[in-house]
Nanobody
């Protein structure tokens, strides 16, 4: 089992920044690729970005590319999502997730690949 706890969400004005954190506990953190997803009211959960298990690749959705950055600190068992230039359409509940030993982008952009999920943290961007 891996337990994931997100934090750092909140209310921010358009153009502002937030940094989300996802702290992991349980099994070996370094064995997992880490992804971020979001879900807005009435919409399906969508891929935001992911860092591959090997750490060699980071993938982003087109909608956040150039504005969001994912990083991970294996020593702290934590993955981060730095969000800059936020837009009202970024408003959603943000979830982190862990996928065991996965590097493929094709797999990491899908919710089905992930083995564990956090409870989510609300991000609200006002216009």
């Amino acid at each position: 089992q891996v337990q994931l706890v997100e934090s750092g969400g909140g209310l921010v004005q358009a153009g502002g920044s937030l940094r989300l954190s996802c702290a992991a506990s349980g099994r070996t953190f370094s064995n997992y690729a880490m992804g971020w997803f979001r879900q807005a009211p009435g919409k399906e959960r969508e891929f935001v970005g992911a860092k591959s298990w090997s750490g060699g690749s980071t993938y982003y959705a087109d909608s956040v590319k150039g504005r969001f950055t994912i990083s991970r600190d294996n020593a702290k068992n934590t993955v981060y999502l730095q969000m800059n230039s936020l837009k009202p359409e970024d408003t959603a509940v943000y979830y982190c997730a862990a996928a065991y030993r996965t590097d493929s982008r094709m797999l990491l952009i899908t919710t089905n690949r992930y083995d564990y999920w956090g409870q989510g943290t609300q991000v609200t961007v006002s216009s």
